[in-house]
């Protein structure tokens, strides 16, 4: 029988036909994702969609940063962190990111995607239980099935969730949660989620992706501002790709934690160090950030002026915890209709549809960066309101 034969029938098969298939069911749904290449110059397009919380991307002190490392150390990293791809600068930024985030250690990945897998099932091992809360990012739901440990997803932001399945569980066990979740720009109630962590001898661990550079004292992130940093029962994982303007993740906790990822975490050891120019932008960010602790809380009040404005012109905007403002959509062509109309009339703004949305919600997420003028706020504002679906 022809090695592309079915099994059963014996029809002759193209082995990815049923791609097509896949392909057809995505056009009908009007879900095809397509690759838009940005343009080194904006042209004129007010950006509300990007991660560049600070507005830190194209600050000339970050750019110089990547320059500088990459003239120093080479346009990569040249293999894993544990072979070649430690440099003295990653060691740095290592240093640096505990010290600002006030924790003990830090270890930088290639992407915060890394991060998080590497946190997730490094530190739950089969026999022990994760508790995930239903909104997390897709890199902390991917941890939890690489894991070895069983997984419990709980409803959002919900601490007496938490307790119930953590009484149920006899054994070790952790919890996972963003602190600021990347679709309503909600924050999760770390506190709360923390003493109830503490209550069973269980783990946390935080992915501050969203909450890095804006919440805190000077933008060190929801985990210092709910208390927990340094905290020898809690991890928080973070990515450099957002307010920091480069790329790039890191994990921060205890040493023997940290020592442990090291020895035990697959996406750092059989990974690719971060190339330099990256580390050495996201370095470069965060001594600015030090310098000018202002930053993060403009990306607030832009946030909050985002989400008083919109109300005001009668749209469903959600209250922003942190620098993502979402407005819902009534139904996910109408989301993908007003994105592009937006972008017509020179606004960027994301475009959250499902299934990319757990709740089936579509939204328009917008992007509160603390370089915004009030001018640029009123201009988005108006266009979005224009715009709006009637």
Not at 61 to 86: H, I, K, N
Not at 220 to 245: C, E, I, N, Q
Not at 305 to 324: K, Q
Not at 363 to 380: C, F, G, S, V, Y
Request: aromatic content about 4%; charged content about 20%; some cysteine.
């Amino acid at each position: 029988m022809s090695t592309n034969s079915h099994p059963v029938t014996g029809a002759t098969r193209a082995p990815f036909d049923w791609l097509d298939e896949q392909a057809g069911l995505r056009a009908d749904a009007g879900l095809v994702r397509t690759l838009r290449p940005r343009a080194a110059d904006a042209g004129g397009l007010l950006d509300l969609a990007s991660n560049d919380y600070l507005g830190l991307t194209r600050h000339p002190e970050v750019t110089e940063g990547a320059a500088a490392a990459a003239r120093r150390w080479g346009g990569g990293a040249t293999g894993s962190r544990l072979v070649t791809g430690s440099t003295e600068l990653h060691a740095e930024l290592e240093r640096e990111l505990a010290d600002f985030c006030g924790f003990e250690a830090a270890l930088v990945f290639s992407s915060g995607y890394a991060a998080n897998l590497a946190a997730v099932t490094a530190l739950a091992p089969h026999g022990s239980l994760i508790v995930s809360d239903a909104g997390n990012h897709a890199s902390l739901i991917d941890g939890c099935r690489l894991a070895r440990a069983a997984t419990q997803v709980v409803p959002h932001s919900d601490p007496e969730a938490v307790r119930k399945t953590l009484e149920a569980h006899d054994g070790p066990a952790v919890m996972v949660s963003d602190s600021v979740f990347s679709v309503d720009g909600d924050a999760a109630p770390l506190a709360e989620l923390a003493d109830v962590c503490r209550e069973f001898g269980a783990g946390l661990i935080v992915d501050d992706a969203h909450g890095l550079g804006v919440l805190g004292d000077g933008g060190r992130g929801a985990p210092h501002a709910a208390g927990l940093a340094g905290a020898a029962d809690t991890v928080v994982t973070l990515t450099l790709s957002k307010s920091f303007g480069s790329q790039g993740g890191a994990v921060l906790g205890p040493a023997k934690v940290i020592d442990h990822l090291v020895n035990a975490a697959r996406t750092f050891i059989f990974d690719t160090g971060l190339a330099p120019a990256a580390a050495g932008a996201a370095l470069a960010a965060l001594r600015l950030l030090r310098r000018e602790p202002e930053r993060a809380a403009r990306a607030r009040r832009v946030a909050a002026e985002l989400h008083r404005r919109l109300t005001a012109e009668g749209l469903s905007a959600v209250r922003p915890d942190a620098a993502v403002v979402s407005v819902r959509a009534p139904a996910p062509e109408s989301a993908v209709r007003w994105a592009a109309e937006c972008r017509a009339a020179g606004l960027a703004v994301g475009c959250f549809r499902p299934p990319s949305v757990p709740d089936g919600i579509s939204r328009l997420r917008l992007t509160a960066r603390a370089d915004l003028t009030d001018e640029q706020i009123a201009d988005a504002v108006r266009v979005i309101s224009r715009t709006a679906p009637r």
